[in-house]
């Protein structure tokens, strides 16, 4: 079946910094999905993403649908001790018709340093 | 907007006790989706249905897991008899389904300790 790569699998960063990680696959999507988990919570969506080469920002966040739709980027400019937990990308394979049954990545966990 | 509820937050039991985890989805969204979080195992989708049909089961890890879904605001995952390997932290997510782009919606999970 489709599987998403995502790297790197965690990153300890200072406060401050801009933090960078991204999904890969050998199939297409039609759409790419991030969201966010903090401890004890379930995942929130971040940002959708729905055209190859879109880029969308949300506050300090801004990702991006690859070109070629095999893969999908985020970032996080200056990033604050709350950006801290684990990061998931999603894609929705074409053949998924409406139901929407996603593809997740295994997560990254992001520790921010005060 | 009320978000995706779930009940309970917690659950302990002892082996061999059924459980019953319950889930309300957004109002409006026409698929619903249960997974299940482990450390070893990230988080793994169980079972989802659209219009309140299940459409694919295949992530059921066995026949003690069984989830239906009366009504389109409404679904439980049960699982008889519970056995420690369960324990895990179970998520319901809804999503606008039919027509829609994909994005699923969470609730908070419930965090399942099997003794």
């Known amino acids: 079946g489709q599987q998403l790569n995502q790297s790197p699998q965690s990153m300890f960063i200072q406060e401050g910094e801009d933090v960078s990680m991204n999904c890969t696959s050998s199939s297409i999507f039609n759409t790419w999905l991030w969201y966010k988990q903090d401890p004890g919570e379930g995942p929130v969506l971040l940002i959708a993403?729905?055209?190859?080469?879109e880029l969308t920002s949300n506050g300090r966040l801004t990702a991006q649908f690859g070109i070629t739709r095999k893969d999908s980027f985020l970032n996080i400019s200056a990033s604050i001790p709350s950006d801290v937990g684990i990061y998931f990308c999603a894609g929705l394979p074409p053949r998924s018709g409406n139901t929407g049954k996603l593809i997740f990545g295994q997560g990254t966990t992001l520790q921010v340093k005060p | 907007d009320a978000g995706v509820i779930q009940s309970p937050r917690h659950e302990v039991t002892e082996m061999g006790q059924e459980v019953t985890l319950r889930c309300k989805p957004i109002?409006?969204?026409?698929?619903l989706f249960w997974y299940r979080q482990t450390m070893m195992r990230g988080l793994e989708l169980l079972i989802y249905?659209?219009?309140?049909?299940?459409?694919?089961d295949s992530g059921m890890p066995e026949d003690r897991f069984s989830a239906k879904m009366p009504n389109a605001s409404f679904s439980t995952l049960k699982i008889q008899p519970s056995e420690p390997r369960d324990s895990a932290v179970y998520f319901c997510?809804?999503?606008?389904?039919?027509?829609?782009?994909?994005?699923?919606?969470f609730g908070p999970g419930t965090r399942l300790t099997v003794t």
């Open positions: 109002s409006g969204h026409n698929s």
């Open positions: 993403l729905y055209k190859a080469g």
């Open positions: 997510a809804s999503s606008p389904g039919t027509g829609g782009s994909g994005e699923q919606y």
């Open positions: 249905f659209n219009n309140n049909v299940p459409i694919d």
